[in-house]
């Protein structure tokens, strides 16, 4: 469990880092992003950022499309517990397509899977903690981010 949090909150913390380094990357900001395809856009950016953050690029491309799901699903719902909800399936992620993850937010707006919104609901405060006392105390120069890529 403790390897599943630290991968989540680890591609959590690069997928901002990847959308602070390149902005017009960030679909989060989009209202319509699920009819957006970023794969084509980001590849050209994703080489970049993995020389410079000295990462290995595949590990990299699955964290950053995992993070930004993640990150997409929290902006829909309001929710940053279901994190935590999702953590168990967080790999998961990167295989569902946009049109289906927006599916899956909109079910669970409209009450489809209340447990689930109320479980995030009693995480929604932890997650920013954890993930402030990750990329203060567990990120520090001479230990790269990709010690945390698998679990």
Not at 27 to 55: D, H, S
């Amino acid at each position: 469990m403790e390897k599943m949090l630290l991968y989540m909150l680890n591609i959590r913390s690069l997928t901002s880092q990847y959308h602070a380094c390149f902005p017009d990357l960030d679909i989060t900001k989009n209202p319509q992003w699920w009819v957006m395809n970023p794969g084509y856009r980001m590849e050209g950016k994703l080489p970049t950022f993995a020389e410079k953050e000295n990462l290995p690029l595949r590990a990299l491309r699955s964290g950053v499309t995992i993070g930004r799901k993640e990150l997409l699903i929290e902006f829909e719902l309001s929710e940053p517990g279901i994190a935590l909800v999702l953590m168990p399936v967080v790999k998961k992620l990167q295989h569902l397509p946009y049109p289906e993850l927006k599916l899956a937010c909109d079910l669970l707006r409209r009450g489809m899977y209340p447990n689930i919104l109320r479980v995030s609901r009693l995480f929604s405060d932890d997650v920013p903690k954890y993930q402030l006392e990750f990329n203060i105390v567990l990120v520090w120069p001479d230990q790269p981010y990709g010690q945390f890529f698998a679990f």
